[in-house]
């Protein structure tokens, strides 16, 4: 007797792209306030007081749905994957704080955008699946759209340029450990662990050059970056959840155009075709990556 699987839940695309509209607007947001704070602070600074901000509310959450069982709650069940988890999100973090300062929005963004192609790359590495040829081709395309985004030779290559790649990659290995992690543990812990680590991480790094208090033109910027911290992930969660990766991933790269514009409103940054042109190379790869090649029907 054969037992059937239940039936996967249906797609709700119209309700997933509201959640990513949410999503989009919190990383926009987010980029907007990471700018405005950073005239005062560096970006270990900035990243204390946004990891403390979610903590607080994370610490909140924890306190009024577990009372009285927190630590079952929290608990880790791998303390050291936790630990390689933040490091990797907070340095990745960092990166794109810093890069937003130095690079047009645009280019950073879409440089941030090869994270997924990165996750096909280190995937075998970290959580043992197999590199394929069609995998090392789908890298490539997606790394000759990281040309087309930098243009080295053409225009000065800048440590903004290097910060995005970095960044990307880093957040790529965040996603594989949260994988692993999620293994065991739920998003409640992960959440917990990511604050109040990067609090620590901001608050020790940020004594280096001296610790500057925010003057009060700021903290409504820095609440805002906390809060956006949050609800972008939170977002983009729920929308995966009611869709699945091949409807909300082509959704994401609207923030592209929609950052190179608040670029241009806010910064006077140049829109420049080649960065949609590299955008839109870089958004092939990560489709191809996300859709699975149809399997050969073997010969009679």
């Known amino acids: ?54 903590f607080a509310i994370i610490g909140t959450l924890v306190l009024s749905l577990h009372r009285g069982a927190i630590w079952s709650a929290i608990c880790p069940t791998s303390p050291r994957l936790h630990l390689a988890r933040n490091i990797f999100h907070f340095t990745g973090q960092n990166l794109w704080f810093y890069g937003i300062m130095v690079i047009p929005l645009s280019q950073l963004v879409a440089l941030e955008f090869t994270s997924p192609i990165w996750v096909a790359v280190l995937a075998p590495l970290v959580v043992g699946e197999i590199f394929t040829r069609r995998r090392l081709w789908i890298a490539l395309l997606g790394f000759s759209g990281i040309l087309i985004v930098a243009q080295p030779g053409v225009q000065p290559l800048s440590s903004g340029h290097l910060a995005g790649v970095l960044c990307a990659i880093a957040f790529a290995m965040n996603l594989l450990l949260t994988k692993r992690i999620m293994r065991h543990d739920n998003v409640l812990c992960v959440l917990f662990w990511m604050t109040a680590l990067q609090t620590l991480f901001g608050l020790a790094l940020a004594q280096w050059g001296g610790f500057t208090w925010p003057s009060l033109a700021i903290w409504g910027w820095i609440v805002l970056v906390g809060l956006t911290g949050l609800s972008a992930h939170y977002c983009l969660t729920s929308a995966l959840g009611l869709a699945p990766a091949t409807i909300v991933a082509p959704m994401e790269f609207f923030r592209l155009p929609i950052i190179a514009l608040v670029g241009m409103a806010l910064y006077s940054e140049a829109l420049d075709p080649f960065v949609f042109l590299g955008g839109a190379v870089i958004f092939a790869a990560n489709w191809l990556n996300l859709t699975k090649p149809k399997l050969r029907r073997p010969a009679v």
């Open 1 to 54: 007797m054969t037992v059937q699987a239940p039936p996967l839940p249906e797609a709700q695309p119209f309700k997933a792209a509201l959640w990513m509209c949410g999503a989009i607007a919190s990383f926009t947001l987010m980029a907007i306030s990471g700018r405005a704070i950073q005239v005062e602070l560096n970006s270990f600074e900035l990243m204390f007081w946004r990891s403390l901000i979610g």
